[in-house]
């Protein structure tokens, strides 16, 4: 059963960093380009960028870029998103996918909360 | 950034009626390659989103055949055959031809 297991959500203050984390299971993490994906509470789906399969090679939402990056682990079969200066506007769930490919596997989702 | 506008923002059906929700695009998703890079997905109450169709026209894995895709270069349709309950959730198209991918806002399928 392929599984995505997002963690590392939760509340804090503006300004603050924090890394969200995803383990995949079920399928060949290390063939897959990966995507963070965020929905916010109004239900607006926004993608935030992806990485190669190999870790080589990633891409960013131009609006996000100095912000946020994204990493992963192969042999940890992870996934992550370093989220640095946070600001109320990234309260959101942020969903790790395979956007890109025709198997699109989505994780359950981890919810961050901005607010002092 | 490509801009994906859905219609309706909501829609209320009969169970074992059909249903029909409409995405355009700003611009054509068709690539060169003859793909028209335009996507459904479902998230049904409390959980994730689910692939529906990729592609335009390609079911996705486990998704049942009441589900079609269909489009042109710009405009696209889902239709869903037969509602049933299961069927109930927010639907939302997305393209990938492009960076960033973009998705459109959403239309809230509920039953009568």
Request: glycine share 8%; net charge negative; hydrophobic share 30%.
């Given at each position: 059963e392929v599984q995505l297991v997002e963690s590392g959500g939760g509340l804090v203050q503006p300004g603050a960093s924090l890394k969200l984390s995803c383990v995949a299971s079920g399928f060949t993490f290390s063939d897959y380009w990966m995507s963070w994906v965020r929905q916010t509470p109004g239900k607006t789906m926004e993608w935030i960028g992806d990485i190669k399969y190999d870790g080589s090679y990633t891409n960013y939402a131009p609006s996000l870029k100095n912000r946020f990056t994204i990493s992963r682990d192969n042999a940890k079969s992870t996934l992550y998103l370093q989220m640095s200066n946070?600001?109320?506007?990234?309260t959101a769930t942020y969903y790790c996918t395979s956007l890109r490919h025709t198997t699109a596997y989505w994780g359950q989702g981890t919810l961050v909360t901005v607010s002092s | 950034d490509i801009v994906m506008t859905q219609a309706p923002l909501s829609v209320s059906v009969t169970p074992g009626e059909s249903a029909s929700i409409s995405c355009r695009s700003s611009?054509?998703?068709?690539h060169s390659n003859g793909i028209t890079y335009v996507y459904w997905y479902l998230q049904k109450p409390g959980k994730s989103p689910q692939l529906l169709i990729y592609r335009m026209s390609n079911l996705a894995s486990?998704?049942?055949?009441r589900f079609s895709g269909s489009g042109s270069e710009t405009d696209f349709t889902l239709k869903i055959s037969r509602v049933e309950a299961e069927d109930v959730g927010i639907y939302y198209c997305g393209q990938l031809l492009e960076n960033p991918p973009t998705f459109g806002g959403g239309t809230k399928l509920e039953l009568k």
């Open positions: 946070v600001r109320s506007e990234d | 611009k054509s998703l068709l486990g998704v049942p055949d």
